[in-house]
């Protein structure tokens, strides 16, 4: 019998009455529990294997397959249910930890990364746009995609007012270096954006949330962190493409 603290990220009925879950644990990466009479489940049981249920899980194996035994919530994270953006935007956070965390892998920091990301983005004491740019950034800087955010990699400056940041490989060149080939996916930003995802991808996880942007800076932010993702992890995500379609930020990711 094994236990595992962890977080449901995704839920598939099967037949009448079982489901399969798929949950991101600290210590093994994301598992596929088989959940038999999960229809029939009340109470306590039932609330912790359900979206976004942060519990504790008892799990037996059964040849190549494992079995929920039983489960003890934690934190429900139920409240955002109340908001479609706000659980859409959380069903493309879960989406891509499903597509990049592997099983058997050490996620202690990306659980950490993704329950505090929930915590806020439920409670709303930080707005979406800052929420899914820092969680794109900071998830792929712990997956090994850290971007190289230095200094300009042909002349070593490290506060240029203009840079060409370069969403293939992660580095940038100052304004005076940039020689104009934009083969590399170049993206045109500005020293505030450049130190914004500085503090993301450096900083340590206690500070990592407390830090202010202006809108514009937040708007060009966005556009480099959702793209730098997607382009590394190589796939596009239906739940990142719904969430844009509701419009919350009047079409300003695009």
Known sequence: MLTVEGIVLKERSVGEQDKFIDILTKESGVLELSVKGARKINGKSGSSTQLFAYSRFCIQQRKDRLYLNSAEPIHIFYNLRNSLSKLSLAS???????????????SSVVLRLFLNTLYFLESGKRD????????ELRLMSEIGYMPDVVACRECGMYEPQELYFCIDDGGFFCKDCFDGDFSCNFIKIKL???????HIVLTDF??????????????????????????????SFKTLDFYKSLDINGGKYE
């Open 92 to 106: 493309y956070f879960a989406d891509v930890l499903r597509s990049s965390i592997e099983e058997q892998s050490q």
């Open 128 to 135: 979406e746009a800052f929420l899914k740019a820092l969680f």
């Open 192 to 198: 505030p954006v450049l130190n914004a995802v500085r």
């Open 206 to 235: 206690d500070r990592l949330f407390n830090f202010r942007v202006s809108e514009s800076t937040m708007l060009r932010l966005g556009v480099l962190a959702e793209n730098y993702l997607v382009s590394h992890l190589e796939r």
